[in-house]
C-alpha cells in the first residue's frame, strides 16, 4: 500500500483524534492480512488443545492455545462440522471466562441502604441467600389456586441466569428451581 503525504497526514490526524487505526480503515487500507498475521505470530509457538464451548447445547468445538500452561487465545475449530470455525458472541468471549483480570473473585454484599460494599466469605453468603430463599418461599407458598387447582408454586421468586452459565448448571438450576416451586425461570442460552 502506497501513502501520499496527505494520506499520511490524514492519517496522522486521525490518529491525534483517537485511532491511526480508524485512519488507516478511512483511507481503504485493507488491514485483514495485517490482522490475519498478528494473530497467527500469537499463537504460532502455541499448544492447541481440541475442547469444546460450555455455553449451550449447540457444542461449538474450539480450540485453545496456550504458552507454558497459560491461555492466549480460544477460537473456533475449523475441523467441526458443527461450527466450521465459527463462534457466537457468547463462544467467542470464552478467552475473557478464564483471563479476565476484572473478574470479582470475592463474594461482595451491600446491606440495605449502604454505599459500600463488604467482603462476605462464602459459607456466610450461601447461608444468607438459603434462608431468605426458604423464608420468601414459605410466606408465599401457594399449593392450590382459588378455583382449587393444584399448582404448588411460588410466585415471589424468579430466576435470571447470565451469559455465563453452562449447560450443566442451568440444567442444575433448573431442577433447583422447579423443586422449590419457582415458575419463573430465565436464562440467557436458549438456543
Ligand atoms: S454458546 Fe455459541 S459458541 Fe457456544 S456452543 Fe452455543 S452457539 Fe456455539
Redesign the pocket.
Same mark, same amino acid.
Given at each position: 500500500m502506497g501513502l501520499s503525504r496527505r494520506d499520511f497526514l490524514r492519517v496522522s490526524g486521525s490518529a491525534v483524534a483517537g485511532s491511526a487505526l480508524g485512519g488507516l480503515i478511512g483511507i481503504g487500507a485493507d488491514l485483514g492480512p495485517a490482522r490475519a498475521r498478528a494473530q497467527e505470530l500469537r499463537i504460532q509457538d502455541a499448544k492447541a488443545t481440541p475442547s469444546l464451548?460450555p455455553?449451550?447445547s449447540?457444542? %461449538?468445538a474450539t480450540l485453545i492455545h496456550t504458552i507454558d500452561g497459560q491461555i492466549v487465545n480460544i477460537e473456533g475449530d475449523p475441523r467441526s462440522p458443527v461450527?466450521e470455525g465459527t463462534? %457466537?458472541p457468547?463462544?467467542a468471549a470464552i478467552y475473557q471466562l478464564h483471563m479476565n483480570p476484572n473478574r470479582p473473585t470475592q463474594v461482595l454484599h451491600r446491606a440495605p441502604g449502604a454505599t459500600d460494599w463488604d467482603v462476605w466469605d462464602l459459607e456466610r453468603a450461601m447461608d444468607r441467600v438459603a434462608e431468605l430463599v426458604k423464608k420468601t418461599r414459605d410466606e408465599t407458598f401457594l399449593e392450590r389456586l382459588p378455583d382449587g387447582k393444584l399448582v404448588n408454586m411460588t410466585p415471589a421468586i424468579f430466576s435470571l441466569g447470565g451469559a455465563t452459565l453452562d449447560n450443566e448448571w442451568n440444567h442444575m438450576q433448573q431442577k433447583l428451581m422447579r423443586g422449590l416451586g419457582i415458575v419463573a425461570i430465565e436464562n440467557q442460552?436458549r438456543?
Open positions: 464451548c455455553y449451550c449447540v457444542g %461449538c461450527n463462534l %457466537c457468547k463462544g442460552a438456543i
